[in-house]
């Protein structure tokens, strides 16, 4: 059974009439890509290159 790829999927995550979207790209859109704990204490906000 070919299903309609107009017809938004049954399944958690996924938005109708939106393309689909990596998990990983939706955790991104979610919150932002926090530095690593530990590593990061103490050490200059310049190791992160941003």
Do not use: I, L
Not at 14 to 42: F, H, I, L, M, N
């Amino acid at each position: 059974m070919a299903k309609p790829t107009r017809e938004p999927d049954p399944r958690p995550g996924r938005s109708p009439g939106y393309p689909e979207k990596q998990p990983r790209d939706k955790r991104d859109s979610r919150t932002p890509p926090a530095p690593e704990p530990a590593e990061d204490v103490g050490e200059p906000p310049a190791k992160k290159g941003g």
